[in-house]
């Protein structure tokens, strides 16, 4: 067994003490994505991280870290949010999904998973995190005079020496510890000019990242939060120190680890049970392959040889040191190993023998670098890159140390597993420790490391929520409340679903709508085209009974249910004010207008339950015993308050104009339900500038919109969300396009979010006018759903909605993609193509969602089916046993 000091003493905050006394600052860099970015795109990304490599100072170490999401604990966190009502239904929706991503990946398409059936292959989920860890130079106190500086030297000295041998503890003095702080600043300002978001490393992640690395291939470790390191103060020759303790940085390292092989570490846990009791020793093994040559004539961007480990299926770390050579140092070296080889050369050719192709070209190498170092001035970078392999198994090891190595020689680079070094490769891992293998070190200039694209990423979605598909071979979730709820994100919580009919958007927004009301999230559907009045009779009885569904016919039994009145009282004033105004079309001020008004807020002051009928009859009173009978009134005047009252007494008893009038009889719309559904068909909406025809329509359209925004803005510590299908009805009215952006820019605040679903992106081009560019829906998305556009066209609109450059490859990408295939454009912007199994993953939702007439027709023939005690004839589902 190999047993070693740990190669760090101590740290605090985000700074970390190595056994030779030099202090990292470490900190966590934000990912970024670079697929389906256009070369510039890319370029720009890189020339950030050049820019970080040319201006480095010293060492920098670079690890990019797998965070693996259990999936048992993920869906039992999961389950734990499931309202106490909807038990049963939400536990079974995440138990099939559960079973579903327990299965392997390349499972067999169209095949239906048993819920019970239980699966022994282990599915990896995974996603990655980048950390910089920045050594800082060596400090002393400053001390004013030449006296104390000697004395401190001194002191520092003896300190060194106590280390050195053992006698005493590690200590740090409190004002090396303020100039490091100091230090620590200026590279976190540094970092965050670079990269933005970046974060300084917590106590709790360098803790993590320690444990972890011996944990690999077993499992994740136990959690830990809030630990610390403790420092016991005390004095050195009058100067205030701290003692760090030694054991609080062995506590987080344990277990054993055995390098005996040579070419891979055992590592052996003690890993707890559920039960008590129930724990048993595990073992995981590791190995460590280093780039021992990386090619430096590779394009960039197109080499991103860090970018490529996220191709695999599995997880990996990956450790980069990079210690900086300044030119002039960098280029004493070049011209001393040019001397050096043009002597080999000499010495060939005195002895009459031809000089060797490798020799040529290392001569040919070293001349251009010369000459680029003596032109361009840059410095060259020390750098050595390792790769940690594990797994559960030797025999998994050996394939993925396969994968790997293919990986990286396919492209020529060579990949070498240094033997007796592995547990020193292990180590160098730890973040903060030194650099202890120097065997591999290679000189890369700035271009080559940034063009490495360390920092991008495949990964997307949230690390919680639901589960919403399948991007390679990674699973994504979703979590719908994060953007508002982010502090660091505050972001609308609005969402698009975009694409023609038959590609899944529907479905999508439903599947998700489904999940969301189980979790205690509240939900209305505005359903123009009666999709989803099958689901109180199709849906377990568990959950059906928490839907109501509303429908807006032109029968008598509807009268008034969207009566602002009656639905809002005082709140709703100004809806009916708008909604009278255009069905009786008189613009603002005018005489009629005047009249509307003051129906309706005397109303509302004198009536207990108002309602729109109301209103008229107190109109109809204004006209006989005022507009009528006053000799002041002109005789126009007269005619035109007639013709108004009369249209808006005759939509009050006819159509769907009879769902805006309550006479006080009906009920209005009750959106205290966990899913309400508000169904109207046959919805008349005029285009843009078009005055005849469609009023009603947009009448109808304003009462909605209110009800919508009523049900937003009501003050609730719940998740609220309104879901608009057919988005594209409310575009072709000023009414309806104001509805959607309030909904959209107040939903943060509001604490809901509006789903959107339309047909083409261009219809989320909402302008007023041609002065404006229309994009403020847009602009104020958070995540976006892409289905298969129907045209060349519509995808290039679609790249916009995506934040993606129209090229070609992008446009055909988009063109390629299949039924209950999209791309999602997630919170942080990230785009990547996604699939969601629904079928495989859960039939019975499936048919339930299934909006194609024919299924549809046949669900509803089962149903009646079962009405009248008849055995319905069931498709056949296929199981896999």
């Known amino acids: ?83 106490e009502d909807l038990k049963s239904f939400g536990q079974e929706q995440l138990d099939r999904t559960l079973n579903y991503l327990k299965q392997p990946r390349d499972g067999q398409e169209g095949k239906y998973f048993h819920p019970d059936h239980q699966v022994k292959e282990k599915r990896e989920t995974f996603t990655y995190d980048f950390y910089v860890l920045m050594k800082l130079k060596k400090t002393s106190a400053h001390l004013e005079n030449f006296r104390d500086r000697l004395k401190f ?41 670079l990269f933005g978001n970046c974060k300084r490393m917590s106590p709790d992640e360098i803790a993590y990242l320690i444990k972890q690395a011996f944990w690999r291939g077993i499992a994740d470790p136990p959690q830990l939060m809030g630990y610390r390191i403790q420092a016991v103060p005390d004095e050195r020759d009058g100067e205030p120190i701290r003692r760090p303790k030694k054991s609080d940085i062995l506590r987080l390292t344990g277990g054993m680890q055995d390098d005996q092989h040579g070419r891979r570490l055992r590592v052996k846990q003690y890993v707890s049970g559920k039960k008590k009791g129930k724990g048993a020793y595990k073992v995981g093994y590791q190995c460590f392959l280093v780039l021992s040559h990386i090619p430096d004539d590779r394009p960039v961007p197109g080499t991103n040889w860090v970018n490529w480990l996220q191709s695999l299926p599995f997880p990996v770390a990956l450790s980069k040191r990079v210690v900086p050579v300044h030119y002039r140092k960098a280029l004493s070296r070049v011209r001393n190993k040019k001397k050096e080889l043009g002597d080999q050369e000499s010495h060939i050719h005195s002895a009459g023998g ?55 020689e396919d492209h020529v680079f060579q990949v070498d597993i240094p033997h007796g070094q592995q547990f020193q490769l292990f180590q160098e891992f730890l973040p903060g420790s030194p650099i202890l293998v120097k065997d591999y070190m290679q000189s890369l200039d700035p271009t080559m490391l940034a063009g490495s694209f360390f920092g991008s990423t495949r990964s997307l979605g949230d690390r919680d929520g639901i589960f919403m598909g399948e991007s390679d071979h990674l699973d994504v979730f979703c979590d719908f409340t ?265 939903g943060r605040s509001k604490n809901s979010a509006l789903f959107i679903v339309s047909q083409n992106a261009v219809h989320l081009k909402m302008a007023d006018s041609q002065q404006e560019d229309g994009d403020e829906i847009q602009n104020n998305l958070g995540m976006r759903f892409i289905f298969r556009p129907g045209t060349g066209k519509e995808a290039e609109r679609a790249c916009d909605l995506l934040n993606i450059e129209p090229t070609d490859e992008n446009i055909r990408s988009l063109q390629k993609l299949r039924a209950g295939e999209f791309f999602l454009y997630d919170w942080e912007g990230r785009v990547n193509k996604v699939s969601l199994p629904l079928k495989k993953m859960n039939p019975e939702l499936f048919r339930i969602l299934d909006t194609r007439p024919n299924q549809r027709e046949a669900l509803l023939r089962e149903l009646e089916q079962k009405k009248q005690g008849k055995e319905p004839e069931m498709p056949e589902v296929e199981v896999v046993s």
């Open 1 to 83: 067994m190999t047993v070693k000091e740990a190669p760090i003493t101590y740290f605090e905050d985000n700074l970390i003490f190595d056994v030779n006394g030099d202090v990292r600052a470490g900190f966590k860099v934000p990912d970024d994505h670079i697929d389906y970015r256009s070369e510039d795109e890319q370029i720009q990304i890189s020339d950030e991280w050049e820019d970080f490599y040319w201006n480095l100072k010293d060492e920098a170490h670079l690890l990019m870290v797998p965070r693996n999401l259990e999936l048992t604990d993920h869906f039992d966190k999961l389950k734990g949010q499931v309202v």
């Open 153 to 193: 030297r001194f002191k520092d000295l003896k300190r060194q020496i106590d280390n050195l041998s053992g006698v005493s503890l590690p200590e740090i003095f409190e004002e090396e510890l303020h100039n490091y702080r100091v230090q620590e600043n200026m590279a976190y300002q540094r970092l965050r000019d």
């Open 354 to 408: 031809s000089v060797p192709r490798y020799l040529q070209d290392a001569i040919d190498g070293t001349e251009e670098l010369e000459g680029d170092l003596v032109q361009d001035r840059f410095p060259l970078l020390e750098t050595s890159v390792t790769i940690c392999v594990y797994a559960d198994t030797p025999e998994e090891l050996e394939r993925r140390i396969s994968e790997v190595t293919d990986l990286y």
């Open 482 to 746: 994060r953007g508002p709820r982010d502090e660091e994100l505050s972001q609308s919580p609005a969402v698009c679903f975009v694409g023609p009919p038959g590609q899944g958007k529907s479905m999508a927004a439903d599947y998700i709508v489904a999940n969301l009301v189980y979790l205690d999230i509240q939900v209305v559907v505005i359903d123009p085209k009666n999709d989803r009045g099958h689901w109180p009779d199709i849906f377990p009885e568990e959950f059906s009974r928490h839907i109501r569904v509303v429908t807006l016919t032109a029968n008598k039994e509807d009268r008034g249910k969207l009566d602002p009145l009656t639905s809002s009282g005082k709140d709703g004033a100004n809806t009916a004010k708008k909604i009278l105004q255009t069905l009786a079309n008189v613009p603002d001020g005018s005489y009629v207008a005047t009249a509307i008004s003051e129906a309706v807020e005397d109303t509302l002051e004198d009536e207990t339950a108002p309602n729109m009928i109301q209103v008229l009859k107190r109109l109809r009173t204004h006209y006989e015993q005022q507009v009528k009978t006053d000799a002041d009134t002109t005789q126009e005047t007269r005619e035109d308050f007639k013709q108004k009252l009369y249209t808006l007494e005759h939509h009050s008893q006819r159509g769907q104009g009879q769902l805006l009038f309550s006479d006080g009889s009906g009920e209005s719309i009750n959106l205290s339900n966990r899913l309400t559904i508000l169904q109207i068909q046959d919805l008349d909406l005029p285009e843009e500038g078009q005055s005849e025809g469609g009023r009603l329509g947009v009448a109808l359209m304003v009462a909605l919109s209110d009800f919508a925004r009523a049900f937003a803005n009501q003050p609730s510590k719940k998740f609220k969300v309104v879901l608009y299908d057919e988005a594209w009805r409310m575009r072709k009215t000023r009414e309806g396009r104001n509805a959607l952006k309030e909904l959209i820019l107040t």
